[in-house]
């Protein structure tokens, strides 16, 4: 059985299609096909399906994609075998939680480069939930983001906990302020980031214990905008205070009490357990870890 199917295998996941794996590669795409094709003959098992103009992974190719990870990172700890930091070359994938990559890891990403400045790292921001599953299914390699459950294909190292705070403007009105008293109406709107954001989730389940109901939702996908809609008295948000603090101290944002009973969410490293720590993995995990290891 011939690892470079494997490689190929991995890159068509990696890039979302056989014509980008083939450029990638610098392989014609009949080259691809072909491959792949020979890899489904050996393992005896149909691994892509063509649903609309996509090809996806069979559930065979689920079944045995964790395999090939344990073979191709084998080859690649070969690779990197007695490498020092400068030497360290290859790429890193890494995904954020929006919040943490803006106002956390800024000082991570810095280090990391000067430590390893061979490693060609690129990272993202997305929704905890779609994080999770992007290291499940191999996209990316490392995940920084907060505590949604434990899944069992992942290795999760806990990070510190970081303090939620309910916050509007200074301007809102003091009627509109008491967010203990249970069975209320009012009229003002939540902002906040995508339905599946773990402080929505956290604030939506205390507001529906409460009876407290808000006549609006508004959703965006920045902390910065939802602060300076937040200012601007369009409404509230429920954040985590590391993004807040310094609107707090200026007076911008005014904090409001509530009686949630953890207002923290913990933030953690993750990676696949099937994965081989590579050195580059083991450095980035190193600095994550010396960074956001105390809470707050």
Known sequence: MDLKYFITLKTILQEGSFQKAASKLSYTQSTVTSQIKSLEAELGVKLFEKIGRNMVLTQAG?????????????????KNYGKSNKELGGKLKIAIAESLLSYKMQDVLKEFKLMAPKVELTFTSVNCYILQNAIIYGDIDIGVYYDIGKHNSVTTDKLGAFSLA??????????KRDFITPNQNKDLTLIGLEKQSINREIFEKYMKDKNINLNNII????????????????????????????????????????????KKITAQCVYHKNKWLSPAMKLFIKLVKSTLNKSE
């Open 219 to 262: 959703e965006l996908y920045s902390i910065e905008t939802i602060k300076k809609s937040v200012a601007g008295n369009l409404g509230v948000a429920y954040l985590p205070r590391f993004t807040v603090k310094d609107e707090l101290k200026k007076g911008a944002l005014v904090e409001l009490e509530t009686s949630i009973p953890n």
């Open 62 to 78: 689920k079944d045995v994609l964790p395999q090939i990870d344990v073979v191709v990172e084998s080859v690649n700890k070969i």
């Open 166 to 175: 309910l916050v509007c403007s200074p301007d809102l009105n003091m009627d």
